[in-house]
């Protein structure tokens, strides 16, 4: 709340950036700060539904959590996890040099931040694109086979890599190049400072390619990459469900299961799984439930992480400005809260998902 | 009183130069960051969604003027009942009185220039066009859409029509809807007067604050729900698809979380505006303030536990319904409240019929009846039997329309003369007044009399029995719309040529009334002093301006010069 006495102000003290109906700059700030609040709150009621339904799933359908998570790679989601922990020590840095008014080093660590988000969309796309080549998508087309597709497109041929993963990298590589290109062009046309955020976008472009080409080794190292026999995975999964079917019996699990009318249809599925060995057609019934809230769930999750990467770019050319001072650097403090919310929704997203035991 | 003073027109009386004429061109509109040309855009824009979803509603009571009409095909009265309530409420009900109204005044009763946010306002407008704009394109491109305006799955994911462009419509608009919400909490938070204290605010800005705070924390529900049931279509993604493990009902829960609270969406503001018209023409200190004011963030909060209600015939567990049954009956206290205030403070006050007042008790009256019939259907036995018939349709329109379009406008006619700065013709306003409230008895009461013998919603067809109920209904509801159509012309002949006002002819005491009218670009002219909302005694009249001023201002000496601001 303003005082009475803020009515009286001098030049000073109505800087460059107070819009026209704030009567100064704290009123300005406390109302950011509160709006950002607020939207962060339907952020998290957005995000509500899903773990309503995640919650309502698991709880009628605890068979399908157990025997679908194993095909989420634990290591890729903690790998993701430490990117974006990472990412918000540098916006959190980013934020205090904002109040500091040292705007070099913001625009650093906000790069360092949006370098983070690109890693995080990198190693997202190498699991989706594997997951797709194998059918493991959503409930209605959830067809899972052991081998993953053979590419078709030339730079899926000539790279060894899956043609899923050769669309989704068509658009960092475009934004990659084109702003290569721009970076040069400013910067010999004399706009320094486009030139330089113009660098600055395709570095971030290119932690795209850095988190997309460190998942691939890892993917090509454990399960014999695109083209091969998909082994690793199934033997997991069957390890999985026999000690789950040792260790639980007539534990609450075991009840639940048969409490909901699928007795005959579980007993068979643990029956099968431990007397043949993997056999993609044993799943229990409804397996792609899981993977459609996985998708829904970490989809809207990778959408609020790109527009994360829009408003951090913003923040970034102000920066380059030189425009935030110690009594001005609203925005910069809001898009972190944002993106911490983000990272925030990544800590409870990577247990439910890919930590079930 | 008597007192004569001395103060300029430009300040206190009727402005030439004001928000109207500060500039102009066609972008000074379409890009204007101001409260108030934002909210005449939404006026324009909600009332035309008015009309529209007015037209669909006079189409459907026609084709239900005899038992089995063939005027229109089942398909087609499907497509027809369900524009309708779709139009209504996520484009009309939902922004009406919030955006439209609340827009115009919000910033200028807390003496502020604008709401925090004025870019977001502006985005909050356009969502609106662009949501509306989607809804509209499904019957624009021949899709129709024949879901009802809920969307229930399994049908949603099933039927040939337009569900996706609908939904993303609503989606949008659920957007739109979130931005106001939090322009206005944000703006009642910080933007407040020096001095005026959270219990100095009119309880307009209260109803709206506990808008506020359902927009935002229900909206988004509502936003996922949307976005899953379009990825079903989309993808099959099954989980509201029961072919693919989906459970539809979660659904029925999701929406209702929504749209249960959207129902107080609907009525807080209403409840609002009719708290102010009630002191202003009764000339009286609103009796029994903070219980109004809490009574409203009761609503809001009691708002989100009420959802399965809607659910009593979907198989949910007894204890389940027993305690949603509990709950609803709850709403009603916070309800009553209200009524026995606004009552109470109608008690010994200078009673003015004039055309807002008249709203005002057109709505007391409509909303009781509208409130007392919910708790029939919140009661299980009874509900049994009344669910899905006319009987709920009747109960909601006496809410939704007998409350919140008779309070829209009630407030609109309050607040035109401080708009546009000039008087409207009060006679034709009572009279459009009393045909509103004449055809709405008219549409809705017999509904409420075939509805408890068993005539069900959302049929094209009926049993004989029923024909004369639905022959007055329809009467009725053309009478309704020539009532809504006079007020509309009442109030937009007044904006052109009706004779000029000066800043505050109701003796209103809210601090929105102590500016010129119309308003400047600012608002005020000089620095809006901290008065009290409710203290009618301490305004003036003055002769030269033939307008009330507020005593300390019978001095010119003593208005404060605005601070001016600083432009860059």
New interface residues.
């Given amino acids: 709340?303003?005082?009475?006495d803020t009515?009286?102000h001098d030049?000073h003290e109505?800087g460059?950036f107070i819009?026209?109906?704030?009567d100064n700059a704290e009123?300005q700030y406390?109302?950011g700060k509160?709006?950002i609040w607020?939207?962060l709150?339907?952020?998290v009621?957005?995000?509500?539904?899903?773990f309503?339904?995640y919650t309502?799933?698991r709880s009628h359908?605890p068979e399908i959590f157990d025997q679908a998570h194993v095909f989420l790679d634990k290591w890729l989601g903690g790998l993701n996890t430490v990117v974006l922990l990472f990412s918000s020590l540098t916006m959190a840095l980013g934020v205090r040099y904002a109040q500091l008014g040292k705007n070099k080093l913001v625009a650093f660590f906000v790069l360092i931040t949006m370098v983070c988000a690109a890693v995080f969309i990198g190693v997202k796309a190498i699991e989706y694109s594997h997951k797709w080549d194998q059918g493991i998508l959503?409930?209605?087309?959830f067809n899972y086979t052991t081998v993953h597709a053979v590419p078709a497109t030339a730079i899926g041929k000539a790279l060894h890599i899956s043609d899923y993963l050769v669309y989704l990298s068509a658009v960092p590589a475009i934004l990659l190049i084109g702003f290569l290109i721009a970076a040069v062009g400013f910067t010999v046309g004399g706009k320094k400072i486009l030139g330089i955020f113009c660098g600055c976008m395709a570095i971030t472009a290119g932690g795209y390619f850095l988190g997309a080409v460190g998942a691939q080794v890892y993917m090509n190292a454990t399960d014999g990459g695109v083209g091969g026999s998909h082994a690793s995975q199934p033997i997991l999964l069957y390890a999985q469900e026999d000690h789950a079917a040792d260790d639980q019996a007539g534990t609450e699990h075991a009840v639940d299961d048969h409490g909901d009318g699928n007795e005959e249809h579980s007993a068979d599925d643990h029956g099968a799984q431990a007397s043949h060995g993997p056999d993609p057609t044993k799943f229990v019934?409804?397996i792609?439930?899981f993977f459609?809230?996985y998708?829904?769930m970490t989809g809207?999750h990778a959408f609020h992480i790109i527009g994360g990467i829009i408003a951090l770019a913003w923040i970034l050319w102000r920066s380059l400005l030189g425009q935030w001072r110690s009594d001005y650097f609203g925005p910069v403090d809001y898009v972190g809260l944002y993106w911490h919310l983000v990272d925030l929704i990544w800590i409870f997203l990577f247990p439910m998902l890919y930590l079930i035991d | 009183m008597g007192t004569t003073i001395k103060a300029t027109p430009e300040i206190f009386g009727h402005a030439e130069n004001n928000f109207f004429n500060a500039s102009s061109g066609w972008k000074s509109w379409a890009f204007t960051l101001d409260h108030k040309r934002i909210g005449i855009m939404y006026l324009i824009g909600v009332t035309t969604a008015l009309f529209l979803a007015g037209v669909f509603a006079l189409v459907l009571r026609s084709h239900l003027w005899i038992a089995n009409s063939e005027m229109l095909t089942p398909a087609m009265y499907n497509q027809m009942f369900t524009l309708h309530g779709a139009v209504m409420v996520f484009a009309f009900i939902i922004p009406s009185i919030p955006a439209a109204l609340g827009n115009m005044v919000l910033p200028m009763m807390l003496g502020?220039?604008?709401?925090?946010?004025?870019r977001?306002n502006l985005m909050s407008f356009y969502l609106w066009v662009i949501g509306t704009g989607c809804l509209l394109y499904a019957i624009l491109a021949g899709y129709g859409l024949d879901t009802g305006w809920t969307f229930y799955t399994p049908y949603s994911i099933e039927t040939e029509s337009g569900v996706i462009y609908a939904t993303a419509g609503a989606f949008v608009l659920g957007f739109s809807s979130?931005f106001t919400g939090?322009?206005f909490?944000?703006?009642v938070?910080?933007?407040?007067l020096?001095?005026q204290g959270w219990f100095k605010l009119p309880l307009f800005i209260w109803s709206l604050y506990a808008t506020a705070i359902i927009q935002?924390?229900?909206?988004?529900?509502l936003?996922?729900?949307l976005?899953?049931l379009i990825?079903e279509r989309l993808?099959?993604?099954?989980?509201f698809?029961p072919?693919?493990?989906?459970?539809p009902v979660?659904f029925q829960h999701?929406f209702w979380f929504y749209s249960h609270p959207a129902v107080y969406i609907m009525i807080l503001p209403a409840m609002g505006v009719i708290s102010e018209l009630i002191a202003v023409y009764s000339q009286k200190r609103i009796f029994g303030y903070s219980f109004i004011a809490f009574s409203s963030v009761a609503i809001a909060l009691l708002g989100f536990l009420v959802w399965g209600h809607h659910l009593f015939t979907s198989g949910q567990s007894l204890v389940v319904t027993l305690i949603f049954s509990a709950i609803t009956f709850s709403v009603a206290i916070p309800s009553a409240v209200k009524v026995f205030n606004w009552l109470a403070t109608m008690y010994k006050g200078s009673i003015l019929l004039a055309t807002p007042m008249c709203y005002a008790l057109s709505f007391i009256f409509l909303f009781g009846i509208g409130g007392l019939t919910g708790l029939f259907l919140g009661a299980l036995s009874t509900d049994i039997h009344l669910h899905d018939t006319y009987f709920v349709v009747a109960h909601f329109h006496f809410v939704m329309v007998g409350g919140t379009l008779t309070a829209l406008l009630g407030g609109l006619f309050h607040w035109w003369p401080k708009m546009f700065g000039r008087m409207y013709n009060d006679m034709l306003g009572r009279v459009g007044c009393f045909l509103v409230f004449t055809g709405f008895n008219l549409t809705f009461f017999p509904q409420f009399v075939m509805g408890s013998r068993g005539m069900p919603r959302r049929y094209a067809t009926y049993d004989p029995e029923y024909q004369i109920f639905h022959q007055w209904s329809t009467i009725g509801a053309f009478l309704l719309g020539i009532g809504i159509l006079l007020a509309f012309a009442v109030l937009v002949y007044a904006a052109f040529k009706g004779p000029k006002v000066g800043g505050n002819p109701f003796k209103a005491a809210s601090l929105e009334w102590q500016s010129s009218s119309p308003p400047d670009f600012h608002n005020f002219l000089h620095?809006p002093v901290m008065t009290d909302p409710y203290d009618f005694d301490a305004m003036v009249y003055d002769e030269d301006l033939d307008t009330y001023i507020h005593r300390e201002f019978a001095d010119p000496a003593k208005v404060p010069p605005r601070?001016e601001?600083?432009?860059?």
């Fill in positions: 709340m303003a005082t009475a009515q009286v030049e109505h460059e819009a026209h109906h704030f009123q406390d109302s509160l709006g607020v939207f709150v339907t952020e009621l957005f995000f509500s539904g899903l309503v339904a309502l799933y359908h959503v409930s209605s087309a019934r409804d792609g439930i459609s809230i998708y829904c809207l | 502020a220039k604008d709401v925090a946010f004025p977001l979130i939090i322009n909490l944000v703006t938070n910080t933007m407040r020096p001095g935002i924390l229900a909206t988004p529900v936003g996922i729900t976005l899953l990825s993808m099959s993604i099954g989980i698809d072919r693919y493990g989906g459970d979660l999701f620095k601070v601001p600083i432009h860059h």
